[in-house]
């Protein structure tokens, strides 16, 4: 049972909210691939895909995945390249690796199953608490609350939370009513109600409450308050960053360094360059981390653009440049077993940051004009790429 200093009971029995909200769930519930059989491997990889990511972006790479890893075994042996470049474009990269890392502990350890084990769940890398808790409820129907974002707004809104959001007692308070509020035994179909309510009709900043199926129990309806809650918590500054990254041609290949194997996007592979320093220019800064950074004086460069992105605390103006007529190269090379050149018609092949992706997308859309406009630049044919050793870039 429900006490009513938590959720108000303003026309109907407590006790009857679970069941108004799995009847609705029942008719209105969004036809999602993982829930045709509640596969646990589909169900975990949907999950971790939907951290940071909204349904209608994932969808398309959660089709893609499916095609290329069906199974735990078939991640858990994939290189991680492959598994990098396929997540390419959803960012947190650490998801990706974290779910390899996890299927090979399932594989060596699990007798290569999901576990059904809240705890040994959280054991693996990459899931906490509200992806076991989703895991169990949905995969397994075991009785775990899973409030997400969306589930955390509507209870804001029916227990009228004034706890800022994201503080501790918010959590505790949205962790409450999601315990108390489970119907035992229906715990997949109810967390789902609140994740597709939270979708469809509490939404963030008008909800649609004429159509919510418990808007007699809502206490931020009953007061006036649906845009007031949940509280939001206090902003951070957000960090304004200019960096610049360079696409050296050089006889019908590219050169790309990978990133280290930690920290932001680890593994990935990105255009050289870096955060302009303070007091330069893009183009001189990227000129002085070459040079820094690997031993390379640039010869002149050209504008390809600039691409703005954001992060949660940071936006970033990443300014991209074309160098087709480099210095001669020097002998040694610092960092050169991070560098490769790779054949322009290998680009594909990579897995990059989104915004390397497109810098990479406008010099090759910048080559398909010239090639139609009959200049000696051409797409050349695909080739093995060529790994950099100081050797081959003396010769590159
Ligand atoms: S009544 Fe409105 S604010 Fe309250 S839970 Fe329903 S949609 Fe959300």
Known sequence: MVSKDILPNREKEPDTLSEELLAWFAANSRKLPWRIGYIPYQVWISEIMLQQTQVKTMLAYYDRWMVRFPDIASIA????????????????????RNIQKAARIM??????????????????PGIGRYTAGA?????????????DANAGRIFARLGDIAHPSGSKEFCDSVDRMAWQL?????????????????????LAKEPLCVQCPISGRCEALYKGFTGLRPVKAGKKAVIQI????????????VLIRRRPGTGLMAHLWELPGGDVPSGMSPQKGVGRLWED???????????LGVIKHS?????????AFLCNDPNPLPRAVKNAQQLQWVAIAELEKPAFPSAHRRIIRAFLERLRCASQADSPVAIPKAKKPLPVSTQDFSNA
């Open 182 to 202: 489970l119907p035992r035994g229906r715990s997949r179909d109810f967390n789902q109600a609140l994740m597709d309510l939270g979708s469809l009709v509490c």
């Open 77 to 96: 042996q994939a290189p991680e390249d492959d598994v990098l470049r396929l997540w390419e474009g959803l960012g947190y990269y650490a998801r990706a």
């Open 135 to 147: 895991i169990m409820s949905i995969a397994f129907n075991a009785d775990y609350p899973a409030a």
């Open 311 to 319: 992060h949660t605390a940071f936006r970033v103006e990443l300014h």
């Open 242 to 253: 200019a960096r610049a990254a360079v696409v050296m041609v050089r006889k019908g290949k």
């Open 107 to 124: 594989v060596s350890d699990l007798g290569g199953k999901v576990p059904r084990d809240f705890d040994v769940l959280r054991s693996l």
């Open 293 to 303: 950074e690997l031993g390379i004086r640039l010869g002149p460069l050209e504008s």
